[in-house]
């Protein structure tokens, strides 16, 4: 089914995918493999979409948040190596398997019960280790004291029957932020997690296939860590820092049209709570998105979205279905007229700003209602929308 209206939707532009994965390819060099970070729908961009021009263009890994996002990817015909970064539950080690999924392992319980599981059914799980070197989530603890014990834990576990460790990651906690202090903090990280590998190696008697740390942040400004593969997501959607100066193109258009124009005299209350009003007469235009859109409603009154003639900064309390913007100026703007709420002409790192987070969460805050377009060329290849009609 599809979306008959022109409300609000999102165009997702492939070729900038396409162009951004032949960039990032070109700064890491043919022997750097590519993982592409597609978890979460490819952060609000499609994930099957997204994927299938990685697949297409010869990416070596996809990773995922978990067994739900992996399954939709496989059964899109998606068929290269997909990484589940998450937890998996160990009943699903028949599924992982079935499907050619590799699973993260993060810690020595886990290793246990999937091992148990594999060699119950009689099969192998590809695995990858996740070391913890300072993000303090997921992952075998290896700082400081840990070491020791951490090496150990991991030895052990690649041992285990059932398992087939093809390889070892770590995730940097301050990659993509400045200065110094973040600088030391990543390369410690990165020392630490070369020390691990190298301790492992030496007491296994073999090395692992793709070892890999580099996420974004990384890859633009520690590209010398790449390892054997890189894990760029935000990059691959042309969005976050540094993404401009590597001349990597946002792929995603949030659009909406004007429904609604109305002049209200000087003195007009605009909207719930009152919170803007009027200081001129003022030519105001009513917009179909709202915060179940995916629109932050911390932003009411504080941005600007973009139309043809010019930036036009909404005003009032961003209502759940609607907000409202001042044409004042910008004349020209009619009934029915596109405004992008961000994309190339409006970057989403400007909105992320304002917000006070970062472009990955307004990029998963689009909607499920938001209509998804497919671009190729300019022309629209595919629809999607993830309502259930
Ligand atoms: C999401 C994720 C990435 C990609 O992060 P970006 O900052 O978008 O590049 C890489 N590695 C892991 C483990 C992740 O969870």
């Excluded at 993509?176 to 007491?203: H, K, M, N, S, W």
């Excluded at 990955?360 to 689009?366: G, I, P, S, W």
Aim: hydrophobic fraction near 40%; glycine fraction near 10%.
């Amino acid at each position: 089914m599809e979306s008959t209206l022109k409300r609000t939707w999102a165009e997702v532009d492939l070729d900038a995918i396409a162009h951004n994965y032949d960039v990032l390819r070109r700064r890491m060099g043919q022997n750097v493999k590519f993982l592409g970070a597609v978890k979460a729908d490819a952060y609000g961009h499609g994930s099957v979409m997204v994927s299938r021009v990685l697949q297409e263009k010869g990416a070596d890994y996809l990773a995922v948040s978990s067994m739900d996002e992996a399954m939709e990817l496989r059964n899109n015909g998606i068929t290269m190596p997909i990484l589940i970064l998450g937890h998996t539950p160990k009943e699903q080690v028949g599924r992982l398997m079935e499907l050619h999924i590799t699973q993260a392992v993060t810690c020595q319980a886990k290793a246990v019960e999937y091992s148990a599981e594999a060699v119950r059914l009689g099969g192998t799980l590809k695995v990858h280790i996740k070391v913890d070197t300072g993000m303090s989530r997921l992952g075998y603890l290896c700082q400081g004291p840990h070491f020791d014990t951490g090496v150990d834990s991991i030895c052990r576990d690649c041992a285990l029957p059932g398992l087939e460790t093809e390889g070892i990651f770590t995730h940097f906690a301050v990659s993509d932020e400045p200065g110094e202090d973040c600088e030391r903090y990543t390369r410690a990280q990165y020392d630490l997690f070369c020390r691990v590998i190298r301790a492992v190696e030496q007491r296994l008697g073999h090395a692992f296939a793709i070892r890999h740390c580099a996420n974004s942040g990384a890859v633009v400004h520690y590209p010398e860590m790449a390892l054997d593969m890189v894990r760029p997501g935000i990059l691959l959607y042309g969005c976050g820092d540094g993404a401009a100066e590597l001349g990597l193109r946002p792929a995603m258009r949030l659009k909406t049209t004007v429904s609604t124009i109305k002049t209200y005299e000087s003195g007009t209350d605009i909207s719930y709570g009152r919170m803007f009003t009027t200081e001129r007469t003022t030519r105001m235009g009513v917009l179909p998105y709202g915060y179940a859109d995916g629109f932050f409603r911390s932003l009411s009154s504080r941005c600007t979205l973009m139309s043809a003639d010019g930036a036009v900064p909404q005003r009032g309390r961003i209502c759940m279905d609607m907000c409202m913007v001042d044409l004042t100026d910008a004349p020209h703007v009619q009934v029915g007229d596109e405004i992008q709420i961000f994309g190339p002409e409006n970057p989403v790192e400007n909105l992320a700003s304002i917000a006070g987070t970062i472009p990955y969460e307004l990029l998963c805050a689009v909607s499920k209602r938001v209509p998804r377009l497919y671009l190729r060329g300019g022309k629209v290849v595919e629809r999607e929308l993830l309502l259930r009609f």
